[in-house]
């Protein structure tokens, strides 16, 4: 069996030449950390002021959506998912369609004091997505697929994948590659068209869809071809990226 390795900065990655099918993705409050890091953000929330300069009131409600991030994570102050979980829902009320998400989130897992609630969280990723925000829409997908406070619908899932995908939210082009990749409901598998999301996924910067994409270079399927040197740069990506399982021996 051949393996390849390089050190990086952060880590040694040992990559064998077996292919193992991409984990099942699932965007929820336990994952949500990873996911929002690399989730798109609308035009309005890339314009946030710096942490430093945040206030929280009705007349800042994108500085209010990222100080309730900065609860939410323990990014530069003290982690408190509660008062986060507070600003998410004043932010969200205030339409900011990325808190909208975020607490969404919280009631999908029973986290940051709510008590569990799908139904109250698709609702909120539906509102987002109307709103325009694209990581909504991929969230409201998850709920679709899994059953999570409505019912499965395989269908509208990969219908509201594709437009996350479309308007550029990474974590939608993963979640779409990943139905191609494995055949999730009645779309039959197509690694070619897989290895297309899992590209624009990793180009716009989101570690499982390199991680998952480097899978497939391992062995190589269908159009696209057997390149272990372009599965180790895009694990070393993804690595570099915090997806820690891309930095350890598989």
Known sequence: MAIATACTSSALIVMSTERALPPLLVVDASTYSVVARNASRSPADAALPPAAELTCDPSDILGCTQLAESLDLGKNRDQDRVAASKLFERACDGRSMRACVLLGHHYSAGDGGRSRDDA?????FERACKGGYAFGCTSLAMAYRHGEGVAVDFAKSLALLQSACG????????Q???VFDVGVGSTK???TQAAAFYQKACD???DQGCANLASIYVLGSGSVPK??????T????????GNSASCTSR
Do not use: H, Q, V, W
Request: charged letters at 25%; proline letters at 3%; one cysteine or more.
């Open 120 to 124: 109250m969280a698709a609702s909120l």
């Open 167 to 174: 308007n550029n939210d990474p974590s939608g082009c993963t």
């Open 176 to 178: 779409l590659g990943y």
């Open 189 to 191: 598998i197509d690694i």
């Open 204 to 206: 716009g910067n989101d």
């Open 227 to 232: 390149d272990e040197a372009k599965s180790f």
């Open 234 to 241: 895009l694990r070393r990506k993804a690595c570099n990226l």
